[in-house]
C-alpha cells in the first residue's frame, strides 16, 4: 500500500566526508502506466543517468556489487543504488545537478556529514536547492540498521583466521541483537561510536589519523595519485623492509613483557638509516603506511571498547573499500591483542550507511 | 666496527665533562640511538671545617672555646654524562686514559642497557677492556623513575604553553606509586609501576620516535631528528591536515568537535583532497604535522591505558620527549582533551638518564661488598642531592626555536648528584608531605623579584670571593680559585637569567644552595669559620649576665623579653648584605640590635596568642631549627630554650649538618651547649637527663627543605613527641617554610633584614614576624 503523502521523487540520500562524497539513490521500479505518463522528463533524465551508468564524469562510480533490489520504502518497491566521489568534486556535482535541471524537481536535498555545513551555501547560490541536514550518526546507525536487516545476501562478516592465509575464511555474523557495539567509522579521519540500542549511543572517541593519513602521507611517499592505486601498491610490499620489529631491537622475543620477535616495535624505525631508505621500495613503504594506520585504529578501538565493556566492535566507512589487507590486520589485532574476547565485524556497505540513513530521515519527514 | 658515523675527534673539556675519572667507581651505560648515557661513581677528597674542643688549654686568657681546623673527608658522587652516540668511541678513548686497573670495574663488568648495548658491546669490551652485562631496559627505566621521584626536589612537572607558569613542579609526593610510565622511545611501552618489584607492560604503540624520525626522513631532507623537529618548529600543520573546519566549515559544535580540531592527520596531502594541480609541500609543514599526529596519538593512548587500569599519574620519558615545548605542549593537550580536564601528563627534567640511572643502580644492587648501609632507593628514603652547580639542567624551550651552533659545552650534558651522609626523609610534623613546598616564591613567575634576586647574588660576590680568599691564609692557590669561582658562579647566575626553570623552580635557596655548592666545588669549605668561632666567643662572654637579668624579670616581661632576644640574636646575619655592612664596622653589639628592631605591633604578630599558650600545659617537646652564630644562637636560641625546660618542655636544638654562610653547624653547636652548660645548670642537667638535645638537621643550606631531613632526627622527633616546631631565621622561616602547615603549632620568627623583602611583604627594614600558628591538624569529631 502506497502511503500518502509521500516524499516526491527523486529520493536521494547524500553523505558528504573530507574525502569522498556517498549517494545513495532509490529507483522505483513499481512505476504505473498513470505515473509513467506523468513522470516528467527531467526525472527520467536522472533515472536513466545514474542508472544507465557505473561511471560519471572522470572520478564518481557506481558500485554495482552493492546495488540492492527488491527494497520496499514507504510502500514502493525497487532498487538501492550506491555511488561515489571525491567531495573535491563536489562544484561539478552541483553543476551537472544544475545542468540535469534538478532544482525543477524539489527546492531542496538532504544531505550529512561534514559537507552537509560546508556546502550548504554552494548549493543555494548555484543551484537554489536548500540543504536539508540530517545529524551524522543518527545517519549513521539508522542506516546501519536499515541495510543488515534488509539485504538479502548477508551484510555483516567476520574474518576466522585472518592471520593465516590459507585458513582465512570470510564467514557471515548474525547482527540481528548487536547491542551494545561499538562502530569503528574510518573515514578520512575516525570516528567511534557506542551503540547500547537502537536510538541511544554516543561518540566516545575518535583518532586523526585515518583513511585520509593513509592516502595523504602515501601520495606524499609514493607519488600515487589515488586510493586504490595506493592500496594496490601496497598489497604488493612489504612492511618488515621499513618497520623495526621487537626482534630488529631485542634479537628475538621480549619474553619479559610477552612481546613476540615479529611485533612492530617502531613504525618507519628502519627509515632513520639512510642506507634503508635508500633500499626500500614504494611498495613497501605503502604497506608500512597501511599497517601502521590500521594497527593504531585496531588499538585505540581496542581499548575504547574495553573501557566501554563492549565486545562486538563493527568497522566502517570508505577506508576499507577494496581493503582486505587493512580488515584481517584488525580482524588479527582485535583477537590476539584481546586474546579472543573481541570480534571485529564488517559490513558489506563499508562506506553507504550514512548515505542510506540520510535517505531514511527524509522519506520519515515526508515532503516539506 | 666500520660505522661512518663515528666522529673520532671531538674536543672533551675534562675540567667540565667526566669529571673525577681516576677515582670512578662502577660504570653504567645506556646507550640510545641518537644519544648516549653513562654513568659512574666518583670518591672526591674534599675539604671539611672541622671544630674540636680536645687538647685546649683551659682557662688562658685570649684562648679559643674551640679549634677550627680543615680536614679531608671523602665525599661521594654520582656522574651522569649525556653525549651523541656518535661520539662513542672517542669519549670511551678518553675515559680509558683515566681507568686503568681493575678498581674502576668490580668484577670487570660494565652495565649496559638500551637499544645499542648490543651494537656496541664489542667496542666497549674493546676499549675498556670489560665484559658488559646487559640489562633490561624496561626494568632500568623504572628503576631510574622511581629514583628521580624520590630524589630529585621539582623533578616532575606539568608543561602549560603560554601559561603562567609555564613549567609547574610537583611535590615530591612520599608515596609516589602508582603511576603510568610512558617511554617514547623508537616505539612506544606504557608501564604500569605499582612498586620498586612490581610493574607490568600494559600497553604500547609502535609509533613514537622511530616513526616520526624514519617518516620525517622519507618525507623531508632533514638531518636527523633534531633537524626535523627544528623544522616542526617553523611549520605550519594546517596545509597538511584536514581540520573539523575544512570537512564542516566550522565547528561540529554537536560533538563538541572545535574547527581547528584535527581531524584527518594528512588529510589535505591526498591529490583528490586538495584538486588535481600538484601542490608542493613545504618540509616545515609536513614535519609539524607528523610531530602533532604522533604526540596527539601516544597522549590518546596513554590516557586510554590511564583509564583501563584507574591510575591518574602519567609520566613521559624517553628520547622523543627531549624536553621539546611543543612535543610535550601535544601530549598535554591530547591528555587533556580526553580526559576532560581529569589526568594531566608529568615530563621529568632527567627523563633521559632515566635508563642510566636504573642500570648503575642493578650494578650497585648485586655488590654487596659496597659500602651502603641503607638502600639506595627506599620508598621514603632520600639519599643524593642534586648538584645544582655541576648539572647541567633542563634546556632551554627557546634552545629549540634557535638552535646555536653547538659549542663544547652543549655537546655534553651533566647530571651529578651528591650522597648525603645520612638518608633524608620527609620532616613528620607536616601537615600533608605530598603537597609541601618549602619555598615561598617561585622567581620564575615574578620577574621583578627574579631580576631583584639575582642582581642581589651577583652583587654579592665579591665579598664572598674577599671572605673565600681570608679563610685560607696558608692555602697558595686560594686566591686563583675564588677567582675560578667568582667567574663560574657568575655563569651560572647568566644561565638561571636565560633559563631560570633549568634546575626546576627558581627560587632564593636553589641560589643559595647553589652558591654553597658552588663554593664547595672549588674547595672552600667553610670560609665563615673564624668569623662564627669569635663571635660566639664573643657571646658566650655575654650570657652568664643575660640570663641573670632574665631572670630577675616577672615572668611576662621575662616571656616577652625571650622573644625579643630572639629576634635581636637573628639581626646577625652575614648572609644579609645591608647587615653585614653594618656588622663589618665592628660596634655592633646586641643592645643595638634590640634598638634596631620594629616595635610592636610588629608585621606578624601572633605573640599574645603565644602568651596566652604559655599559660597552659606546657608542650612535650620543641625542636628549634637554629639560625646563625654567635649572638643568634648564645643569646636568642639558648635563653628561650632555656626557659622551655625550665616550663617542662623537652628541647631539641637543630643546626646544619654541613656548613653554610654563618649559620651554626651541629659540630659547633656541640661544643658551644657544653660551654652554656658551664654557665647554666638548667641547661647542663637538661643535656645529662637528655631533656636537651642537639641534633643535626641534614641539610647544609641557610634554608630549610622539610622534604629532606635527616632521617635519625626524623625518628628522635617521634619518639618524643614533638609538639612544638619553631624555626628561625629569614632563610628558614620567610624565603622557606613562611606558609608550611604543620600537624602540630608551630613558631615561625625572624627579622626582615632585606630592604626590598620587607617592602614586599608590606613591612620596612627590621620589620618583625612572629607566627604562632596552633595545630592545623583537623580533629575528626566521634
Known amino acids: 500500500m502506497q502511503s500518502s503523502p509521500t516524499e516526491p521523487f527523486p529520493w536521494f540520500g547524500m553523505d558528504i566526508g573530507g574525502t569522498l562524497a556517498k549517494l545513495v539513490y532509490f529507483e522505483p521500479l513499481d512505476i504505473s502506466t498513470e505515473e509513467k505518463e506523468t513522470e516528467v522528463d527531467t526525472l527520467k533524465t536522472i533515472r536513466k543517468y545514474l542508472t544507465g551508468n557505473v561511471a560519471y564524469g572522470k572520478t564518481g562510480i557506481r558500485d ?41 524537481l524539489a527546492s531542496n536535498i538532504c544531505a550529512t556529514g561534514g559537507g552537509a555545513y560546508k556546502f550548504e551555501q554552494d548549493f543555494k547560490l548555484h543551484v537554489n536547492l536548500d540543504l536539508k541536514k540530517f545529524d551524522e550518526l543518527d545517519c549513521l546507525i539508522k542506516g546501519i540498521h536499515y541495510i543488515d536487516r534488509n539485504n538479502i545476501s548477508s551484510e555483516c562478516y567476520y574474518f576466522k583466521n585472518p592471520n593465516e592465509p590459507e585458513a582465512c575464511e570470510k564467514l557471515p555474523f548474525d547482527f540481528r541483537d548487536p547491542y551494545p557495539y561499538m562502530v569503528v567509522n574510518i573515514g ?98 605503502a604497506k608500512a603506511t597501511l599497517v601502521t594506520i590500521t594497527n593504531n585504529i585496531a588499538s585505540i578501538a581496542r581499548m575504547c571498547a574495553v573501557n566501554q565493556g563492549i565486545e562486538r566492535v563493527v568497522f566502517v566507512g570508505n577506508f576499507l573499500r577494496v581493503n582486505t589487507i587493512s580488515m584481517k590486520h584488525i580482524a588479527h589485532a582485535m583477537d590476539y591483542w584481546s586474546t579472543g574476547n573481541l570480534k571485529a565485524l564488517f559490513l558489506e556497505h563499508e562506506g553507504y550507511f550514512g548515505a542510506m540513513g540520510c535517505l531514511l530521515e527524509l522519506l520519515k519527514t515526508g515532503p516539506p | ?114 637499544g645499542g648495548a648490543y651494537k656496541y658491546k664489542d667496542l666497549i669490551t674493546q676499549k675498556l677492556g670489560v665484559e658488559v652485562d646487559k640489562e633490561d631496559e624496561m626494568e632500568c627505566l623504572i628503576k631510574g623513575c622511581n629514583f628521580l621521584l624520590n630524589n630529585i626536589p621539582d623533578e616532575a612537572f606539568m608543561f602549560q604553553r603560554h601559561e603562567m607558569p609555564e613549567y609547574r613542579f610537583e611535590p615530591v609526593d612520599p608515596n609516589v606509586f602508582p603511576y603510568l610510565l610512558v617511554n617514547i622511545g623508537s616505539g612506544v611501552s606504557i608501564l604500569k609501576v605499582e612498586s620498586e618489584s612490581k ?83 613545504k618540509p616545515e609543514d609536513i614535519a609539524k604535522s607528523l610531530l602533532l599526529g604522533i604526540s596527539n596519538d601516544i597522549g590518546q593512548i596513554a590516557y586510554l591505558n590511564a583509564k583501563l587500569h584507574g591510575l591518574k599519574k602519567i609520566y613521559f620519558g624517553g628520547y622523543f620527549i627531549r624536553g621539546h615545548p611543543m612535543t610535550m605542549h601535544t601530549i598535554t593537550f591530547a591528555i587533556n582533551y580526553w580526559s576532560k580536564g581529569d589526568i594531566h601528563a608529568l615530563f621529568l627534567r632527567h627523563e633521559g638518564y632515566l635508563g642510566a640511572i636504573g642500570a648503575f643502580l642493578k650494578g650497585t644492587e648485586e655488590a654487596d661488598s659496597e659500602k651502603y648501609s641503607w638502600r639506595w632507593s627506599d620508598m621514603d628514603v632520600t639519599g643524593w642531592k642534586e648538584n ?26 651533566m647530571f651529578e648528584l651528591d650522597r648525603y651522609e645520612k638518608p633524608q626523609v620527609h620532616f613528620p610534623l607536616l601537615l600533608d608531605p605530598a603537597s609541601y613546598f618549602p619555598d615561598t616564591e617561585d622567581l620564575t613567575q615574578d620577574h621583578l623579584a627574579m631580576e631583584y634576586w639575582l642582581n642581589c647574588f651577583q652583587d654579592a660576590i665579591d665579598g664572598f670571593v674577599q671572605r673565600a680568599i681570608s679563610s685560607q691564609p696558608n692555602t697558595k692557590d686560594a686566591v686563583e680559585r675564588a677567582h675560578k669561582f667568582k667567574a663560574n658562579y657568575i655563569q651560572k647566575l647568566n644561565e638561571l637569567r636565560e633559563n631560570p626553570i633549568s634546575h626546576g ?278
Open chain 1, 188 to 285: 578520512s579521519g575516525v570516528s567511534m561510536l557506542a551503540v547500547y540500542s537502537q536510538d541511544n549511543y554516543q561518540r566516545i572517541s575518535g583518532t586523526s589519523l585515518g583513511g585520509g593519513t593513509f592516502l595523504g602521507l602515501c601520495t606524499l611517499l609514493t607519488g600515487c595519485d589515488t586510493f586504490e592505486e595506493a592500496i594496490e601498491l601496497a598489497s604488493q610490499g612489504d612492511s618488515k623492509n621499513v618497520d623495526k620489529s621487537v626482534k630488529d631491537i631485542y634479537g628475538g622475543d621480549y619474553n619479559k613483557f610477552d612481546l613476540p620477535g615479529k611485533v612492530v616495535a617502531s613504525s618507519f624505525g628502519h627509515m632513520i638509516s639512510k642506507e634503508k631508505r635508500e633500499s626500500v621500495s614504494k611498495a613497501d613503504i
Open chain 2, 1 to 114: 666496527m666500520t660505522d661512518s658515523s663515528y666522529s673520532k675527534s671531538i674536543e672533551i673539556p675534562n675540567d667540565l665533562v667526566f669529571k673525577n675519572l681516576k677515582s670512578a667507581k662502577r660504570f653504567a651505560i645506556d646507550i640510545g640511538g641518537s644519544l648516549c648515557k653513562l654513568a659512574y661513581y666518583s670518591t672526591v677528597k674534599k675539604k671539611r671545617s672541622l671544630v674540636s674542643d680536645e687538647d685546649l688549654v683551659e682557662d688562658k686568657p685570649g684562648s679559643h672555646i674551640y679549634k677550627v681546623s680543615e680536614t679531608d673527608e671523602i665525599g661521594y658522587k654520582l656522574h651522569f654524562v649525556k653525549f651523541e652516540t656518535k661520539y662513542i668511541e672517542a669519549c670511551l678513548d678518553f675515559i680509558q686514559q683515566d681507568v686503568i686497573g681493575g678498581c674502576h670495574f668490580p668484577n670487570k663488568v660494565i652495565k649496559a642497557t638500551g
Open chain 2, 388 to 413: 645544582l652547580y655541576s648539572s647541567s639542567g633542563l634546556p632551554s624551550p627557546r634552545a629549540f626555536e634557535n638552535p646555536l651552533p653547538r659549542d663544547r659545552s652543549s655537546t655534553f650534558d
Open chain 2, 199 to 281: 610493574y607490568e607492560r600494559i600497553g604500547g604503540t609502535s609509533m613514537g620516535g622511530g616513526t616520526f624520525w624514519g617518516l620525517g626522513s622519507l618525507l623531508t631532507q632533514a638531518k636527523g631528528f633534531d633537524h626535523l623537529l627544528h623544522l616542526a618548529e617553523k611549520g605550519d600543520h594546517r596545509n597538511i591536515d584536514m581540520l573539523v573546519k575544512d570537512i564542516y566549515g566550522g565547528a561540529y559544535s554537536a560533538l563538541g568537535l572545535p574547527s581547528d580540531l584535527i581531524a584527518s592527520s594528512f588529510g589535505r596531502a591526498a591529490r583528490s583532497a586538495g584538486g588535481t594541480e600538484d601542490v608542493s609541500h
Open chain 1, 64 to 104: 554495482v556489487h552493492l546495488e540492492m533490489t527488491n527494497q520496499r520504502l514507504m510502500g514502493r518497491t525497487g532498487s538501492l543504488h550506491f555511488i561515489r566521489f571525491p567531495t573535491s568534486e563536489m562544484m561539478a556535482f552541483i553543476e551537472l545537478a544544475k545542468a540535469k535541471n534538478f532544482p525543477s
Open chain 2, 505 to 782: 623552580s627558581l627560587t632564593v635557596r636553589s641560589l643559595l644552595d647553589t652558591r654553597e655548592q658552588c663554593m664547595e666545588e672549588f674547595n672552600f669549605s667553610d670560609p665563615f669559620s673564624e668569623q662564627k668561632q669569635k663571635e660566639n666567643e664573643h657571646a658566650l662572654k655575654q650570657l652568664k649576665e643575660y640570663l641573670d637579668t632574665l631572670d630577675k624579670m616577672d615572668l611576662d616581661n621575662r616571656n616577652l623579653s625571650l622573644i625579643e632576644g630572639l629576634l635581636a640574636g637573628n639581626v646577625f646575619d652575614w648572609g644579609a648584605k645591608e647587615i653585614a655592612d653594618i656588622m663589618a664596622t665592628g660596634n655592633f653589639g646586641f643592645e643595638q640590635a634590640k634598638k634596631k628592631l620594629q616595635v610592636r605591633p610588629w608585621l606578624f604578630d601572633d605573640y599574645d596568642a603565644w602568651a596566652e599558650r604559655l599559660k597552659g600545659p606546657p608542650h612535650k617537646c620543641a625542636i628549634i631549627f637554629c639560625d646563625n652564630s654567635g649572638m643568634d644562637i648564645i643569646l636568642g636560641v639558648v635563653p628561650f630554650a632555656r626557659q622551655l625546660l625550665m616550663n617542662g618542655t623537652k628541647v631539641l636544638l637543630c643546626a646544619n649538618s654541613r656548613p653554610a654562610l654563618n649559620d651554626v653547624t651541629h659540630s659547633e653547636l656541640i661544643i658551644l651547649m657544653k660551654k652554656v652548660a658551664e654557665i647554666s645548670s638548667v641547661i647542663a642537667g637538661a643535656l645529662q637527663d637528655q631533656k636537651l638535645q642537639v641534633l643535626a638537621s641534614g641539610q647544609g643550606s641557610p634554608c630549610l627543605d622539610l622534604r629532606c631531613i635527616d632521617h635519625d632526627l626524623a625518628e628522635t622527633l617521634k619518639q618524643n613527641e614533638t609538639d612544638l616546631v619553631v624555626i628561625e631565621g629569614m632563610g628558614r622561616a620567610v624565603h622557606t617554610n613562611l606558609h608550611s602547615a604543620f600537624s602540630c603549632d608551630s613558631i615561625k620568627i625572624a627579622v626582615l633584614k632585606n630592604r626590598w623583602l620587607a617592602a614586599r611583604l608590606g613591612g620596612e627594614m627590621f620589620s618583625i614576624m612572629f607566627k604562632y600558628e596552633r595545630s592545623k591538624k583537623v580533629q575528626v569529631s566521634t
